[in-house]
């Protein structure tokens, strides 16, 4: 007995955890900066963490989820102004991805997605029978991401991913080049823009435009993971126009959403003061990080910094070796490119001042 072929699929690749690391270079996990998955440095809202306890000491968890998913959906769609039906919850944007692709693939339909990129948009596709193909994002361009870019690969496929900011360069799509790709592309194209990092932005959302002059053919991924800092919990959203939002419930997981991470999110969603502290520490993080590094470094509207270090397995390894885990982005085919997610004020200075140790080590020997 055996699985179907799964030789297309391959494994997602996470940032490395701090326990993990510990116990390999035998330290304590308090002695480890963690700037490699593009976390919240300044951990959930306080308001989550005590919806959470409340709710699992107050009710348990024996009841499927109900009214916190209601209310979330709700909450959400009165943030955005559009319908309930509009907002389709799931576990992490990563699920939204998933529903996604049940929702419109055949099997042997194709997406097109950014390289580098993302990797999840190509498995979840390849999970449901599809495949992939994608446009090159290229560093003698400085990452830009442009509608002819996009329309120049595009031949009709079903999905079209546009990540704003792009993880990991954080290059954006201007709202223009958005519109005038949702135009071009088929009827049946729709145009997946993945706003994972939207908070750090200073862009408006592209959730205005679902719907607006027509687009039906435009959804928008949002993340309570990374400014809200509930990555742990998983929890995510799409939000869809309205002429087809009601295939939510024909291709939903029953109760994907858990209770915690509802009530979680819920409570996030009033804390501002968590949100604004976390979008103006990364701001200040990456502006530092580009000012001071001794390597190449690109504007980037996300909380990370893609940084050209020559060698990026050795620079990460050696990084890692002193206590600052980042990424390398060999997987993301970039082997000479490293990304250094925001941390704290003292963890940022942290970053830098080991990075360019290492980095003019290097330029010694
Ligand atoms: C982090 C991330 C996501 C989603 O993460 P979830 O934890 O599943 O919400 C989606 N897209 C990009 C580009 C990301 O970096």
Request: aromatic share 8%.
């Amino acid at each position: 007995m055996q699985p179907r072929d799964l030789s297309a699929n391959a494994p997602y690749v996470p940032g490395r955890g701090i326990e993990e690391v510990a116990r390999e270079l035998g330290l304590d996990p308090s002695e480890l900066i963690k700037l490699s998955s593009n976390e919240n440095p300044h951990g959930s809202s306080p308001k989550a963490i005590e919806a959470v306890v409340t709710h699992a000491e107050t009710n348990g968890l024996n009841v499927y989820p109900k009214a916190s998913h209601t209310d979330l959906t709700a909450a959400i769609a009165d943030k955005w102004g559009v319908t309930d039906e509009q907002v389709w919850l799931t576990p992490g944007a990563d699920g939204a991805i998933d529903l996604l692709s049940r929702a419109m693939l055949e099997p042997g339909d194709r997406i097109l997605e950014p390289e580098p990129g993302f990797s999840y948009y190509s498995m979840s596709a390849k999970y449901h029978h599809g495949t992939a193909t994608s446009y090159t994002l290229s560093k003698e361009s400085d990452f830009a991401q442009t509608n002819a870019l996009v329309l120049d690969a595009y031949a009709g496929e079903r999905i079209v991913y546009l990540t704003s900011p792009h993880n990991p360069t954080g290059k954006e799509f201007s709202r223009a080049a958005i519109v005038e790709i949702a135009d071009a592309v088929d009827d049946d194209t729709l145009i997946v823009v993945d706003e994972a990092y939207g908070e750090y932005s200073e862009r408006p959302s592209s959730i205005g435009l679902i719907d607006d002059d027509d687009h039906d053919n435009i959804a928008v991924l949002r993340t309570f993971s990374k400014a809200y800092g509930l990555a742990g919990l998983r929890i995510g959203y799409a939000v869809v126009p309205e002429s087809w939002a009601d295939a939510y419930a024909r291709v939903n997981t029953p109760f994907a959403a858990n209770e915690l991470a509802c009530r979680a999110a819920l409570a996030a969603l009033t804390d501002d003061e968590h949100v604004t502290q976390s979008v103006e520490t990364a701001q200040w993080s990456r502006e530092y990080m580009q000012s001071n590094l001794d390597a190449q470094t690109w504007d980037s509207a996300g909380n990370f910094i893609l940084a050209d270090v020559g060698d990026a397995k050795t620079v990460a390894a050696e990084s890692q070796a002193r206590g600052v885990i980042i990424r390398d982005c060999t997987s993301f085919g970039l082997p000479q490119c490293v990304r250094i997610s925001c941390g704290t004020r003292s963890e940022t200075h942290k970053a830098v001042e080991t990075l360019n140790s290492i980095l003019n080590e290097v330029a010694i020997h």
